[in-house]
């Protein structure tokens, strides 16, 4: 593939995209998911990587001329996985639950692999890695030996829905169902089956580790549940009382099975299934650390007006009632929202709620959801704990 001249800067600045407006001609006629070698105006070799239709038309792999095999996979997932031994959270007695893949972050991009304990859970978000997942998979195997015993490829959701591969979720090693794994020493039930995404929202670790550190002795409201995880965390900090929203009942099953799971027969926590707006209108307990973690409200950059006034209501709504000297988390997972948008509309709202808010701490994903230095749109989860007076 050829590029248009003067269009090979971003490139040399190894940004892991070719936008389709960037090509000039390509030789033959790649099928979608096929391995493309990126070439200058000049013919000078620039890159390697898989070809899409839509406007990234190849996302590299390599800004090296090496072969994509089942070498150069398990290279990728070596690094990777040297990497989360180096943050402590591979190999950790302690904790099972991590990302091992994400993305751009990890020079592989358009691949997501989480572990579960024994089990990967792999998530192609484009053709060419699910046209490689079996090599992948492979590699994976032979990086992590005896410590990974099942596979399960989750990628109905996530290829592009023109390509039509009609792809089905299975199993490509193993078949667990052992699916309850561990993080910080805490034990979670994992639906890598039918959950949301691969099963659980491994980015929020450290938040919900600070979440343990603000609860002793408070009400706490955990908004947006889901698995839980928050309210876990708080009633092991100390809380005197937890209790967990999420509009799905499956959540709501879920959170409370968690609950028992770590502490049988607390009667600190309870769960509701309702409307995040309708609850916070509603409700009557005096919360004094509440954690809001919605779902993407902008999931393209078109929604993102719409977006920010989502944010704005909800965090007015909620501060509105919170009593003096009150914890608030808030964060956005939407990658079209910036940091300093997210931050206004958190403003808006402190305004609009009439109360006075220091910034205590701004949150962001943690370390294995790394960030790759010439990628900055990696950048997606954002939060913000605000003291409220
Ligand atoms: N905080 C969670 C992840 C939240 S994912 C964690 O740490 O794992 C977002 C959740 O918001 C989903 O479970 C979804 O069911 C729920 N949700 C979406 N819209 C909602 C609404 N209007 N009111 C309440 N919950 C909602």
Not at 126 to 148: C, F, P, T
Not at 222 to 242: D, E, H, I, K, P
Request: charged fraction near 20%; glycine fraction near 8%.
């Amino acid at each position: 593939m050829y590029l248009n001249k003067g269009k090979d800067e971003s490139l040399r600045r190894f940004h892991p995209w070719v936008f389709s407006g960037a090509v000039n001609h390509v030789d033959g006629k790649p099928a979608e998911g096929d391995l493309v070698r990126v070439l200058t105006h000049d013919g000078e070799f620039i890159a390697v990587g898989h070809w899409q239709i839509g406007s990234i038309a190849v996302r590299v792999l390599s800004f090296d001329d090496e072969p994509i095999d089942q070498d150069f996979w398990a290279t990728r997932l070596s690094t990777a996985y040297q990497l989360r031994k180096a943050i402590g959270v591979a190999e950790n007695p302690d904790n099972s639950t991590y990302r091992l893949v994400h993305g751009e972050g990890d020079n592989l991009p358009g691949l997501v692999i989480d572990i579960y304990g024994q089990t990967a859970v792999m998530q192609a978000h484009s053709v060419g890695m699910h046209v490689s997942r079996m090599s992948i998979a492979q590699a994976l195997k032979q990086v992590m030996g005896e410590r990974l015993q099942s596979i399960y490829y989750k990628s109905e959701t996530t290829l592009p829905f023109k390509a039509e591969l009609g792809q089905e979720n299975g199993f490509l090693l193993g078949s667990s169902s052992d699916n309850v794994a561990m993080e910080n020493g805490l034990k979670f039930h994992i639906d890598w089956l039918k959950g949301q995404k691969t099963g659980f929202f491994v980015d929020q670790r450290d938040n919900r580790s600070l979440v343990e550190k603000y609860a002793k002795g408070r009400n706490v409201l955990n908004m947006f549940c889901y698995t839980g995880g928050f309210s876990v965390y708080a009633m092991r900090g100390g809380a005197q009382l937890v209790h967990s929203v999420d509009s799905s009942q499956k959540a709501v099953d879920l959170v409370n099975a968690n609950v028992e799971l770590n502490f049988p027969g607390d009667l600190r926590h309870k769960a509701f299934a309702d409307d995040a707006f309708k609850y916070l209108e509603q409700m009557e307990t005096a919360y004094d650390l509440v954690i809001l973690d919605p779902p993407a409200f902008a999931k393209h950059r078109d929604a993102v007006r719409h977006a920010i006034k989502g944010y704005t209501k909800l965090n007015a709504r909620a501060m509105e009632k919170m009593p003096k000297g009150s914890i608030l988390f808030t964060f956005s997972c939407s990658q079209a929202i910036s940091k300093e948008q997210f931050r206004m509309a958190v403003f808006t709202a402190a305004t609009l709620a009439h109360r006075k808010v220091s910034i205590l701490h701004q949150l962001h994903q943690p370390a294995d959801h790394p960030i790759n230095i010439y990628h900055p749109e990696g950048e997606y989860l954002k939060g913000l704990v605000l003291y409220v007076e």
